[in-house]
């Protein structure tokens, strides 16, 4: 399993779809500040302290990181089979299913990257837009919500990973997948019940960005953890191609 | 070209995936149904239900993701199957095969906004929510033309993108940067993204309600800003597949 992983960090390192999520995590933080510019009540949004990091979570969230996550997990996954290089795993022999783990195991911890990327670019402006307006249980609190966002995120795309990764029919629909269900999430925070179930949305019930009570975070956590092992059940069960 | 046009159409019979996504159109008008049911009185106000069925989410969100995917789609199968070096042979000008593609975007925009627009209808009359009006029906119709027409003229700048790229995995993301980019932006400046100066030109008239702009409508900027943006597009397609043997 370690030699696996060793494995997978080496091969991630050739991949450009790395620079790609990065680039529209930059880019999202990017956009977010232009929004930022917007007056309101006299005074940019962005001047407000904790403004800008608390608006970047939903918007990364429902627009764009769930879509690249995906589509980084479900790429990683197909490609030994679409590149033809599971004949040569095979060989070794590699276990498909540790294989599998380990890919998931990365696109985890790029989850968690990548919303922590998110949230050092947010800090890094706000503390030099106002250094002196932060303090540290805030920006303790919005560090805590950004690794739980990645967390949580990961888990609930989970299943959209696995499921193209079944289907075998282009690991780029995992993004299609993942944009409308992180979108369907938008009208989902309308109803108490449905945000704190619904799992995109339950991602904020547990990261601290809604106001929740400990019912619905319970519910949320379920959800979440209905959603890794779903994504378990069926990664599972795959086995690629016998003809490749 | 109508030869191009009619063989890119052909092609389409291959790519149930397609097709398939014509059914997010039927998404806005579904949620708006569900929204003026569980959460809002509509008030038998038709507009208020095309605001959000139609010129809501759909205009700013998932028509340019679902056309941005085609798009990307349409370059990208070609290139990966080797398709492109025999179409060269054939031979057909890079430009036409170029604008072939475009024209079936714009005519799966038209369609798709189209989808939209009866949903709308069918979602708002038949649970009697509104009383059938052919005054707010047609209206709808016409602004769904529009919407269709001029998405399908914003999202050029990615059929270029995906024109120029070997994989689809940088296209298909910066599509959704720039949806969303072209979504912030509205506040900031209107005439800096084709998408939000396609939305000043939908809503010139400031008739749909709830939507109130912070900045003076400027329709010809808006259409500058839609033809800059396009005209850089088309060179940069141009260099790309010129470059492509």
């Not at chain 1, 370690?2 to 529209?24: D, G, H, M, S, Y």
């Not at chain 2, 397609?18 to 806005?28: G, I, P, R, S």
């Not at chain 2, 989808?115 to 979602?123: D, G, K, L, P, R």
Request: charged share 15%; aromatic share 14%; glycine share 6%.
């Amino acid at each position: 399993m370690k030699k696996l992983l060793w494995a997978e960090c080496q091969k991630i390192r050739r991949l450009n779809i790395v620079w790609i999520t990065v680039f529209a995590t930059v880019m999202v933080a990017v956009i977010v500040f232009l929004g930022g510019q917007d007056v309101y009540d006299g005074s940019r949004n962005i001047d407000n302290a904790g403004w800008y990091m608390t608006m970047a979570q939903p918007w990364a969230t429902f627009f764009v990181l769930p879509a690249v996550i995906a589509l980084l997990g479900s790429y990683m996954i197909c490609r030994e089979e679409q590149e033809d290089t599971i004949k040569s795993l095979r060989l070794i022999p590699v276990n498909e299913v540790s294989l599998t783990a380990v890919k998931m195991i990365v696109t985890f911890a790029f989850s968690i990257l990548l919303y922590l990327l998110l949230f050092t670019i947010t800090f890094s402006v706000e503390a030099i837009l106002h250094f002196s307006d932060l303090s540290l249980e805030m920006v303790l609190g919005f560090l805590k919500a950004y690794f739980l966002d990645g967390l949580g995120i990961f888990l609930a795309i989970s299943p959209i990973i696995a499921f193209v990764s079944r289907m075998k029919k282009g690991y780029w629909l995992a993004l299609l997948f993942a944009e409308i269900y992180s979108f369907a999430g938008l009208f989902m925070s309308m109803s108490n019940f449905l945000k704190a179930l619904y799992p995109i949305t339950a991602v904020f019930t547990i990261s601290g960005y809604y106001d929740a009570s400990t019912s619905q975070v319970i519910l949320s956590c379920i959800s979440l953890l209905l959603c890794g092992c779903l994504s378990a059940f069926i990664l599972k069960g795959l086995k690629h191609s016998e003809k490749s | 070209m109508l030869r191009l046009i009619q063989i890119e159409f052909l092609k389409l019979r291959r790519r149930k995936f397609v097709w398939l996504m014509l059914l997010a159109a039927l998404f806005m008008p579904f949620f708006a149904l569900l929204y003026f049911k569980y959460v809002k009185e509509l008030g038998g106000d038709p507009l208020q239900f095309y605001r959000w069925s139609a010129f809501g989410y759909t205009l700013w969100f998932i028509l340019p993701v679902v056309l941005g995917t085609l798009c990307t789609m349409l370059m990208y199968e070609e290139k990966q199957h080797d398709m492109l070096k025999q179409l060269w042979i054939v031979p057909i000008s890079k430009m036409g095969y170029f604008f072939s593609k475009f024209f079936l975007v714009l005519i799966y925009s038209i369609c798709f906004m189209l989808i939209t627009a009866v949903a709308s209808v069918m979602f708002s009359v038949l649970p009697g929510y509104v009383e059938f009006d052919w005054g707010s029906v047609l209206y709808l119709l016409k602004k769904c033309l529009e919407i269709g027409v001029l998405t399908s003229f914003t999202m050029l700048p990615i059929l270029a993108l995906s024109a120029s790229q070997k994989g689809y995995i940088l296209p298909v993301s910066i599509t959704l940067v720039y949806v969303f980019l072209g979504f912030i932006l509205m506040t900031v400046n209107m005439y800096l993204h084709p998408l939000s100066s396609m939305a000043v030109i939908v809503m010139r008239n400031g008739d749909i309600p709830g939507l109130v702009f912070t900045q003076a409508l400027n329709i010809p900027l808006a259409f500058l800003c839609i033809c800059v943006w396009d005209i850089v597009a088309v060179l940069l397609a141009n260099i790309a597949l010129g470059r492509r043997k």
